[in-house]
């Protein structure tokens, strides 16, 4: 499968322990996307890459969420001391050029208890 | 920040019925692109539109970009059981000086179709 895959598909944590998510993008995509998804809402923008560099970041991305590409293929998100407000789905997407022709994964559900 | 306004929120349609839904905005975007996401899945792109007036088809879907590039209409003809899912629009923004331009969502558009 030559797909965007992201690892975990589901995690379940208690309100201030640390997560961690993968994303592995198309392997020819040199852009890769982190998107927030809460019921009922559309994925909304956190930060992107263009090869190792983040380029961008939203003011969702509050201080506690990083995220990384160190070597321009796959990345992740690490969320510190999460808080019940956190549960939402990641989605990773990734895309060859800025085009907005993203390819997403399946996302990784977060449910902070 | 930018707010795309998509409706219908959710539509239940009868099999073989046509379907549209809408997208506008307050902003200009460069590109208007439409995505599916079915349950539990990540968002699919269904058509990506480049050009103010454009008119694309893929199927049984038809896209237009609308021409003040601040709205975008879908339309399903003959709709079929597998439509079933959320619709999403989806706007680029332009690049302005520090920004690469970041796609932007509606809310959706819930589709549920009667066999």
């Known amino acids: 499968d030559t797909g965007v895959s992201q690892d975990p598909r589901h995690k379940i944590t208690k309100r201030g322990q640390n997560v961690t998510f993968r994303c592995d993008p198309i392997s020819e995509h040199n852009r890769l996307y982190w998107y927030r998804q809460t019921l009922g809402q559309g994925p909304e923008f956190l930060t992107y890459f263009q090869n190792e560099a983040q380029l961008e970041k939203s003011r969702l991305l509050s201080d506690r969420f990083s995220a990384e590409r160190p070597k321009g293929s796959f990345s992740t998100l690490e969320i510190q001391r999460t808080e019940q407000g956190d549960s939402a789905m990641y989605l990773c997407?990734?895309?060859?050029?800025?085009?907005?022709?993203?390819?997403f994964g399946e996302g990784s559900r977060l449910t902070v208890l | 920040g930018q707010q795309l306004n998509q409706s219908p929120q959710s539509m239940f349609i009868q099999e073989g019925e046509d379907v549209s839904m809408n997208c506008t905005s307050s902003s200009i975007f460069n590109t208007w692109l439409w995505y599916k996401q079915d349950p539990g899945e990540g968002p699919v792109l269904l058509i990506a539109?480049?050009?103010?007036?454009e008119l694309t088809s893929n199927g049984r879907l038809t896209a237009q970009f609308g021409i003040t590039r601040k709205d975008s209409f879908l339309n399903i003809s003959a709709s079929i059981p597998s439509d079933v899912g959320i619709y999403f629009c989806?706007?680029?923004?332009?690049?302005?000086?520090?920004?690469?331009?970041?796609?932007?969502f509606g809310k959706g558009t819930k589709l549920s179709v009667k066999p």
């Open positions: 997407a990734s895309s060859a050029g800025n085009t907005g022709e993203l390819f």
């Open positions: 539109l480049y050009k103010a007036g």
């Open positions: 989806a706007g680029l923004l332009p690049y302005y000086g520090g920004s690469q331009g970041n796609l932007i």
